[in-house]
């Protein structure tokens, strides 16, 4: 049975710490799931870009960062995810059905490992018992491999034209994106 790695994100944009998340899982499994969250949500501060924008961003960084490390463009499939559950509702028993659920249906496993550098106690939360036994979780720091990169961040470079900081933050996609229409 093929092991499988997922790795859930708004990716508003995505940028290297998503990157490095997906390259771990690549390497501890044979395929990789990356889910892009959010995706019923834009044009707000915190999800300022629209689903399809994204989507676009996040395969031409992935294909482009697979092809440099020589992994087969097939390791890694790429789905979207909207929103069922609140940011104000941490243990939404449905949302981890619905996350659990598009794993199987588009991987064909029942059990995987999740990918995250968000607060564990939040994440588990969203899955019943008898789910979080079939699921190995993988949490990272984001201040330990990353500085604390985050989409925020690059978001607020963005908007102050601050071109040093997503080339050296972002796969050269999101620089050639935005830094092309400024």
Partial sequence: MEKVGVFLSRMQ????????????????NDKVLVMI???DKFG??????????????????IKGY????????NSVK?????????????????WGRLIYYNVVGNMGVREFSYYSSENPIMIK?????????????????????FNGLSATK??????????????DNCPKEVFEMFFNKF
Avoid: C
Wanted: glycine share 2%.
């Fill in 13 to 28: 944009p995505i940028h290297n710490a998503h990157l490095w998340m997906i390259e771990k899982a690549l390497k501890e």
């Fill in 37 to 39: 969250g959010s995706a």
């Fill in 44 to 61: 707000t501060e915190r999800n300022p870009f629209a689903i399809d924008l994204r989507k676009s961003m996040v395969e031409s960084a």
């Fill in 66 to 73: 697979l092809k440099n490390k020589n992994y087969p463009q």
């Fill in 78 to 94: 790429i789905i979207t995810l909207s929103d069922w559950s609140s940011e104000e509702n941490n243990d939404d028993k449905e």
């Fill in 125 to 145: 939360g969203w899955f019943e018992e008898e789910l979080l036994q079939r699921i190995n979780f993988r949490f990272f720091s984001r201040d330990n491999e």
């Fill in 154 to 167: 690059v978001r607020e470079a963005i908007l102050r034209k601050d071109d040093k900081f997503i080339k």
